[in-house]
């Protein structure tokens, strides 16, 4: 069975700082995918970054990179340069290559302090 | 990216009514969409798991019956909440699987509130 884990319900950081939010997977299947969202208060579901279990090197979309480690089955997503719009709840998600369907972590609120 | 839209974001109706809420994917062709609950300060629960052209399937503990999932196209699935009641109220979110090109992401849609009076 595949697990997502975020051990951290909330988080605080300083503007201007970097911030890590922890994720940690479980699955057999050797062919999976992770994936990170952000949810503001409105509700929407915005999509960060993407990991496939294959890649090389570690994702990176502007601001955001997946410090994706195999060995720990741990995706955990950095921040950098934080800015008062990034506070909002973020969700690790995996989806395994033979499944359909995504799964969601806890989440973590991210509370960025001017 | 890939856009989804929802509609309607926010519905009130009365309990024993029924209420149906459309997920487009707006630029890309979804074989595959998800329907999604969310509580408050809750993460997302998967409901069901809707493929064009067959009959959805739903997860353990959900009621088919309640929760009629149509996916009568590439780009269109409609969740139809049936003789709603309070505890149906909820935030519902549908996504869209791309799976074009290498990533194989899902987008959401903006999510609908449902409150049941």
């Known amino acids: 069975a595949q697990k997502i884990t975020q051990t951290q319900p909330g988080m605080f950081v300083q503007e201007k700082e970097a911030v890590t939010l922890d994720c940690t997977y479980d699955t057999s299947d050797p062919s999976y995918g992770l994936f990170w969202y952000k949810q503001p208060s409105s509700g929407e579901m915005i999509f960060l970054i993407y990991q496939g279990s294959y890649d090389q090197q570690n994702a990176t979309e502007g601001r955001y990179s997946l410090n994706f480690q195999k060995a720990r089955k741990s995706a955990n997503l950095v921040i950098s340069a934080s800015q008062l719009g990034d506070s909002a709840m973020y969700f690790c998600?995996?989806?395994?290559?033979?499944?359909?369907?995504?799964?969601f972590g806890a989440g973590t609120r991210l509370t960025v302090k001017p | 990216g890939a856009v989804v839209s929802q509609h309607p974001s926010r519905v009130i109706c009365k309990s024993g009514t029924s209420v149906k809420i459309e997920c487009r994917s707006l630029d890309f062709q979804a074989t595959t969409m998800f329907w999604y609950r969310q509580f408050p300060k809750q993460s997302l629960m998967l409901m069901a798991t809707?493929?064009?052209?067959?009959?959805?399937?739903?997860e353990q503990g959900v009621e088919k019956d309640k929760f009629l999932i149509n996916h009568a196209s590439l780009t269109l699935s409609t969740l139809t909440v049936t003789s709603a009641h309070p505890e149906d109220s909820s935030f519902y979110i549908c996504?869209?699987?791309?799976?074009?090109?290498?990533?194989?992401?899902?987008?959401f849609g903006p999510g609908t509130r449902l409150t049941v009076l």
């Open positions: 809707s493929n064009e052209g067959s009959k959805a399937t739903y």
């Open positions: 998600a995996m989806r395994v290559r033979n499944n359909n369907d995504m799964r």
């Open positions: 996504s869209a699987r791309d799976a074009r090109g290498g990533q194989d992401t899902q987008y």
